[in-house]
């Protein structure tokens, strides 16, 4: 059974920084990533890295924030630095099975980032 847990959420101040975690088991992954929903928006891709370390970015979070990933310990990462009060969100973790292509999700860690 698939399980992908996140850590690293909290409240935090304009300018500040916070590191994201999530551990996927049950299975091997292509990509993994994060993705952010914020109240009456849709969710949206924030980054996404593959098993070789090909990452991309969504534009209003790049120079900001940086996704890396251990292949031995299935585990991403989501450094996120100058944070902004428009970053406010759920940040949900996904992981893509390597066979069969399907989506994971994790159950979400709330960032604040106050004015």
């Known amino acids: 059974q698939v399980q992908l847990v996140e850590s690293g959420g909290g409240l935090v101040q304009a300018g500040g920084s916070l590191r994201l975690s999530c551990v996927a088991s049950?299975?091997?992954?292509?990509?993994m990533g994060w993705h952010r929903q914020a109240p009456g928006k849709q969710r949206e891709l924030v980054a996404a890295?593959?098993?070789?370390?090909?990452?991309n970015y969504a534009e209003p979070v790049k120079g900001r924030f940086t996704i890396s990933l251990d292949n031995a310990k299935n585990t991403v990462y989501l450094q996120m630095n100058s944070l902004k009060p428009e970053d406010t969100a759920v940040y949900y973790c996904?992981?893509?099975?390597?066979?069969?292509?399907?989506?994971?999700w994790g159950q979400g860690t709330q960032v604040t980032v106050s004015s």
């Open positions: 049950g299975s091997i992954f292509s990509t």
């Open positions: 890295i593959d098993r070789r370390g090909s990452s």
């Open positions: 996904n992981a893509d099975a390597l066979l069969s292509g399907v989506r994971h």
